[in-house]
């Protein structure tokens, strides 16, 4: 039994919105979830935590207020703190490089310069 070619598309492309919907669906539970588990303060000091993410428990129970300052600036939601940091690195790495490339340009002029 062959299909017609209109009723293949119209499956493949139901098929195509059912996978994106679960796929948005369960993206959003898992945000949902995420940020249920971060906003409950005494599930920080839990041991299975602590397991589950030994160098940051270290962290908080070592340095707190460097834990706090790293927590605040690498948070994704506010725009001055994950999105902030990216731009200001990238700034910082792209100016490293056109610093490199600044000390190649004048040293190859003085090299250029001493030949004559």
């Not at 935590?49 to 506010?78: D, N, Q, T």
């Amino acid at each position: 039994m062959t299909w017609p070619t209109w009723q293949v598309l119209l499956l493949t492309t139901i098929a195509v919105l059912l996978i994106w919907g679960v796929h948005a669906l369960a993206w959003r539970v898992l945000q949902f979830l995420t940020s249920a588990v971060d906003r409950l303060p005494l599930l920080r000091q839990t041991r299975s935590w602590a397991l589950v993410r030994p160098v940051r428990a270290w962290l908080r129970r070592r340095y707190p207020g460097l834990h706090s300052i790293i927590e605040a600036r690498l948070r994704p939601k506010p725009f001055n703190a994950l999105p902030l940091t990216l731009l200001v690195s990238g700034a910082v790495y792209v100016a490293a490089l056109l610093g490199g490339l600044e000390r190649d340009d004048v040293t190859l002029i003085r090299s250029c310069a001493a030949r004559l």
